[in-house]
């Protein structure tokens, strides 16, 4: 591995910092309201988590990314405990989200087994093409 | 976003429906299969691990699955990585990512497609078309297609010889 390739190497790192920073920064995830419910009251909130209780029409919601619980009113849709669930709302000041729509997301788990089967052919093929392949030439 | 299995038969029968009647396409293919292939799955390769190391990373792993973070990362890895000639490995994972992205637009749902035009624009965009529901059988049929498609080829070189 030569200087130019070390180089190359090293703008690719820095492109996924800097592009995966930014965009960490600029995008709203749940705790930018959670932390500034007053800036954030009224403004439209999307989240998906697990269902953990429902009592009538509201739902108690344990978001996927940071495994906060938030509560979801006016909920008209019919979710059971445990689905997975990706809903829109409005984000209120008191720190419950007014439902608007939402969905299961039911093949989350089909999606992943799909997906190893699929990365473990590609692998396949590599070992078969390996012969074909340059590698740091 | 489609399983990978979907994104590999579709890239599969792209190329490979078209080679029946071009020879060049289909020399294309023999000879450049595996980084085809790795550009099918590019774009979840680079950002899909991050989300698996922790959910946090969602937001960060999300200008990976862009086409401006995906086609530098492409040029990138094959001056280190490539077939024959630089240049034919980075068009060969540049335009099966692309095709990758595009595929995942198709998807109808709640979450708002992907960052395309990031960094000039953080906005999501998908072209909402195919439900979560329906993409299993496409899916199943693409499978079916590109296995139909493979026996041909199979049963044409067992002609040949």
Same mark, same amino acid.
């Given at each position: 591995?030569?200087?130019? %390739?070390?180089?190359?190497?090293?703008?690719?790192?820095?492109? =996924?910092?800097?592009?995966?920073?930014?965009?960490?920064?600029?995008?709203?995830?749940?705790?930018?309201?959670?932390?500034?419910?007053?800036?954030?009251?009224?403004?439209?909130?999307?989240? !998906?988590?697990?269902?953990?209780?429902?009592?009538?029409?509201?739902?108690?919601?344990?978001?996927?990314?940071?495994?906060?619980?938030?509560?979801?009113?006016? #909920?008209?849709?019919?979710?059971?405990?445990?689905?997975?669930?990706?809903?829109?709302?409005?984000?209120?000041?008191?720190?419950?989200?007014?439902?608007?729509?939402?969905?299961?997301?039911?093949?989350?788990?089909?999606?992943?087994?799909? !997906?190893?089967?699929?990365?473990?052919?590609? #692998?396949?093929?590599?070992?078969?093409?390996?012969?074909?392949?340059?590698?740091?030439? | 976003?489609?399983?990978? @299995?979907?994104?590999?038969?579709?890239?599969?029968?792209?190329?490979?429906?078209?080679?029946?009647?071009?020879?060049?396409?289909?020399?294309?293919?023999?000879?450049?299969?595996?980084?085809?292939?790795?550009?099918?799955?590019?774009?979840?390769?680079?950002?899909?691990? =991050?989300?698996?190391?922790?959910?946090?990373?969602?937001?960060?792993?999300?200008?990976?699955?862009?086409? =401006?973070? #995906?086609?530098?990362?492409?040029?990138?890895?094959?001056?280190?990585?490539?077939?024959?000639?630089?240049?034919?490995?980075?068009?060969?994972?540049?335009?099966?990512?692309?095709?990758?992205?595009?595929?995942?637009?198709?998807?109808?749902?709640?979450?708002?497609?992907?960052?395309?035009? =990031?960094?000039?624009?953080?906005?999501?965009?998908?072209?909402?078309?195919?439900?979560?529901?329906?993409?299993?059988? @496409?899916?199943?049929?693409?499978?079916?297609?590109?296995?139909?498609?493979? #026996?041909?080829?199979?049963?044409?070189?067992?002609?040949? %010889?």
């Amino acid at each position: 591995m030569n200087w130019k %390739n070390i180089t190359l190497f090293l703008i690719l790192v820095i492109l =996924f910092v800097l592009s995966g920073l930014y965009n960490q920064v600029n995008q709203k995830d749940i705790t930018i309201y959670l932390n500034n419910p007053e800036d954030n009251d009224k403004q439209k909130i999307s989240v !998906s988590g697990t269902v953990l209780k429902i009592d009538n029409d509201e739902i108690l919601l344990k978001d996927s990314m940071y495994g906060k619980e938030i509560l979801l009113k006016n #909920v008209y849709d019919k979710y059971q405990t445990n689905q997975f669930i990706n809903i829109q709302g409005i984000f209120h000041k008191e720190g419950y989200i007014e439902y608007r729509k939402g969905e299961e997301i039911w093949d989350k788990k089909i999606k992943l087994i799909l !997906s190893i089967f699929g990365f473990l052919f590609v #692998v396949y093929i590599f070992i078969t093409d390996y012969k074909k392949i340059n590698l740091f030439k | 976003m489609p399983d990978l @299995i979907t994104h590999i038969a579709a890239t599969h029968l792209i190329v490979k429906l078209p080679s029946i009647f071009r020879d060049r396409i289909l020399n294309y293919y023999n000879n450049y299969k595996s980084f085809i292939f790795l550009g099918a799955i590019f774009p979840d390769l680079i950002s899909k691990p =991050f989300q698996y190391i922790s959910p946090k990373l969602y937001n960060f792993s999300l200008p990976l699955h862009s086409p =401006f973070v #995906v086609l530098i990362t492409a040029y990138i890895l094959t001056r280190f990585i490539y077939i024959q000639n630089k240049n034919t490995s980075f068009y060969t994972i540049a335009i099966f990512s692309i095709f990758h992205i595009l595929l995942d637009n198709l998807q109808k749902g709640l979450n708002p497609g992907y960052q395309i035009f =990031f960094p000039f624009s953080l906005k999501r965009y998908g072209l909402n078309l195919i439900s979560s529901e329906i993409y299993i059988y @496409i899916m199943l049929g693409l499978l079916s297609f590109s296995f139909i498609v493979e #026996v041909y080829f199979y049963y044409r070189k067992k002609i040949a %010889n």
